[in-house]
């Protein structure tokens, strides 16, 4: 049985996870260059390393300014929408598919004492 909070989630996502994939879809081919699912992957890639390399700055003490991490996730988050979009990649489908795979899994981890 889902959980409430999980109902919500899909809910939300299915009210917009779509429509903010579609509209990506059309910006990326009217005004950029058409690039391949490998571009894409790539630049996902790329992205989450400058990501986790300001992490792992942070974590060695030096200071980052917040709206690095900020500018950083906003390019991940781009990234995989046009990965998702080059691929054929239904990100609403998959996004809850694999929540609901999680959440199974994390009711049969609590049953037996278990966290997830
Ligand atoms: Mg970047």
């Not at 903010?20 to 009217?30: D, G, H, L, P, R």
Request: net charge negative; aromatic share 10%; proline share 2%.
């Amino acid at each position: 049985m889902k959980t409430n909070n999980l109902e919500q989630l899909e809910l939300s996502i299915k009210a917009s996870l779509s429509k903010i994939q579609n509209e990506f879809e059309y910006y990326q081919k009217n005004f950029f260059m058409e690039r391949s699912p490998e571009f894409f992957c790539l630049e996902l890639n790329g992205e989450a390393g400058e990501l986790a390399n300001l992490e792992k700055k942070q974590w060695k003490g030096r200071d980052i300014e917040p709206e690095r991490f900020s500018d950083e996730a906003a390019d991940v988050f781009i990234a995989l929408i046009n990965y998702s979009n080059a691929r054929g990649v239904d990100l609403e489908s998959a996004v809850i598919n694999k929540l609901n795979k999680i959440e199974n899994i994390r009711q049969e981890r609590a049953e037996n004492g278990l966290t997830y």
